[in-house]
C-alpha cells in the first residue's frame, strides 16, 4: 500500500509538471504574438514620428520630442502597470497598456489632420504606454520559467518584436499611399497601421492570456534572497549592473537611433530608404534575441552585458565616419547598433529574473525599466537638439563618449553578480 500510494504521489506530480509545462509553452507563445502585433504598431509610430514633427513646424529641432514622449509614456507605464501586476496579476496590467495605447494612436491621426504639435506630443505619449506592455512581456514569460531556462524565455518573446521591425517601416509607404488616398498627410497612415494591430495585440490577451501567467511565476519561484524591500534590491550587484546595461543600451542606441532618419532626409534620401535603414536597425535589436538569452544562461548577464557595450561602442565610431550617401554603410551600422542594444538589453533584463519574491520582483523591474526608459527619453530630445547645432557625426561620437564610464562599472561589478536561483 505505501507503495502504490509513494507512485500515484509521483504520477500527480508528473501530471501537474506535464500541464504546467504545457501552458507555459502555450502562454509564451501568446505573449510573443502579442509583442509581434504591439512592436508593429510602436515602431511604426517611432519611424514617422520625428518626420511628422519636421512636416508639422518645419523644423527639426524638435524632431526627438515625439519619441522622447513615447518613452516617457513607455516609463511611467511600466511603473503603474507593474503596481498593478504585483497586486492583480500580470494579464491585467498588459491589456491596459495596449488599450491606452490604441487612444493615442487615435490621437495622433488627429494630430497630423489639424497639424497639432501638442496633440502629437499626447498621442505619442499615449502609445508609449503600449509599449511598457511590450517591454513587460519579456519579464511575464520568464518568471514562469526555471531559473536556468529564464534568459531563453525572455529572448524568444523579445524576438518577437523581430516582426515590428520588418512589418512596421515595410508599412509605411503603402500606407501613406492609403492616407493620401483619403486626403490625409502620408505620414498618418503610420499612426493608422498602429491603431490596427494594437486593436489586435488587445484582442489576443483578452481572448488567449489565460491563466494569468503570475499563478505560473509562483509555482516556479523558490526561496528567495530578498523579500519586500524595494531599496535593498536595488542594492543588489546584479541589479546594480543590469540597471547600467539597460541604461547605457538606451541613451546611445537611442541618441543615434533618433538623428539617423534626419540624416537620411536631409541627404536626399526617400521614405522607403529610411525605412530600410531603420528595419535594419530594428532587425538587429530583436532578431537574435534568441541567442542572446542562451548565451546568458551559459555565460552569464554581466559578459554579455559587456559585449553588448563594446558593440555599441564599435557602431558609433562608424556612424561617425560613415559618408553621408552610403546607405549599405548605414545598414550596416545600424543593424550592429541594434545588437548591441540587444545584448545590453536582454542580459540587463535577465537579472533582473531572480533572487526576489515574485511581488517584489515585478516592482524592481517596472522601476528599472521606468529608469531605462526614462533616460532615453531625455537621450531622444538631447539628439535632436545636437544634431540641429552640429551634425550625424558629433552625435554618433557624443555617444561613444558615454560608454566609457559604464564599461568600466560594469567591469568592475562582474565578480560580485550571484547567479540567480530562483
Known amino acids: 500500500m505505501p507503495q502504490r500510494a509513494g507512485r500515484a504521489a509521483h504520477s500527480a506530480r508528473y501530471r501537474r509538471a506535464v500541464r504546467w509545462t504545457d501552458q507555459r509553452s502555450r502562454l509564451t507563445a501568446v505573449l510573443f504574438g502579442g509583442v509581434a502585433l504591439g512592436s508593429t504598431a510602436h515602431i511604426a509610430a517611432v519611424t514617422v514620428s520625428t518626420l511628422a514633427v519636421d512636416e508639422i513646424t518645419g523644423s527639426s529641432t524638435l524632431a526627438g520630442v515625439p519619441s522622447a514622449s513615447a518613452v516617457v509614456g513607455t516609463a511611467l507605464g511600466t511603473s503603474l502597470l507593474t503596481m498593478s501586476m504585483a497586486r492583480r ?16 494612436a487615435i490621437a495622433s491621426i488627429f494630430a497630423m489632420a489639424r497639424l497639432s504639435f501638442p496633440l502629437l506630443i499626447a498621442g505619442m505619449a499615449l502609445l508609449g ?33 523581430t516582426v515590428g521591425s520588418v512589418l512596421g517601416p515595410a508599412l509605411l509607404q503603402p500606407s501613406g499611399g492609403v492616407a493620401l488616398d483619403l486626403g490625409r498627410s502620408e505620414l498618418a497612415g503610420g499612426y493608422l497601421v498602429s491603431f490596427t494591430f494594437l486593436v489586435l495585440a488587445l484582442l489576443l490577451y483578452v481572448v488567449a492570456l489565460r491563466p494569468d501567467p503570475a499563478s505560473l511565476a509562483e509555482a516556479a519561484s523558490g526561496v528567495p534572497r530578498v523579500q519586500g524591500d524595494l531599496w535593498a534590491a536595488l542594492r543588489l ?46 532587425l538587429g535589436m530583436f532578431a537574435l534575441s534568441p541567442i542572446t538569452g542562451r548565451l546568458v544562461d551559459r555565460f552569464g548577464g554581466t559578459g554579455v552585458a559587456l559585449g553588448g557595450v563594446g558593440l555599441l561602442g564599435l557602431s558609433a565610431v562608424a556612424a561617425a565616419s560613415a559618408p553621408n550617401q552610403s546607405t549599405a554603410l548605414l545598414l550596416v551600422t545600424l ?14 533584463s535577465s537579472l533582473l529574473t531572480g ?14 525599466d521606468s529608469i531605462a526608459w526614462g533616460s532615453g527619453a531625455l537621450a531622444s530630445i538631447t539628439s535632436g537638439v545636437v ?36
Open 89 to 104: 496579476g500580470r494579464r491585467p496590467g498588459l491589456i491596459w497598456g495596449y488599450v491606452i495605447a490604441a487612444s493615442g
Open 335 to 348: 543593424f550592429t547598433l541594434g545588437f548591441g542594444w540587444n545584448l545590453a538589453f536582454v542580459s540587463g
Open 237 to 282: 550587484p546584479q541589479v546594480r549592473v543590469a540597471l547600467t546595461a539597460m541604461v547605457t543600451g538606451q541613451v546611445v542606441m537611442v541618441m543615434i537611433m533618433t538623428a539617423t532618419p534626419l540624416h537620411l532626409r536631409h541627404h536626399g534620401s526617400d521614405l522607403g530608404i529610411v525605412g530600410l535603414v531603420m528595419s535594419a536597425h530594428t
Open 355 to 368: 533572487g526576489m519574491g515574485t511581488e517584489l520582483r515585478a516592482r524592481l523591474q517596472g522601476r528599472v
Open 387 to 422: 544634431y540641429q547645432a552640429t551634425d550625424y557625426r558629433v552625435t554618433s561620437l557624443i555617444g561613444l563618449l558615454l560608454l566609457v564610464a559604464p564599461a568600466v562599472i560594469i567591469g568592475r561589478r562582474r565578480r560580485l553578480v550571484v547567479p540567480a536561483e530562483v
Open 129 to 161: 504606454v503600449g509599449n511598457a506592455s511590450n517591454a513587460l512581456a519579456r519579464y511575464t514569460a520568464a518568471d514562469m520559467h526555471p531559473a536556468d531556462r529564464r534568459g531563453a524565455a525572455l529572448g524568444i518573446v523579445v524576438w518577437a518584436s
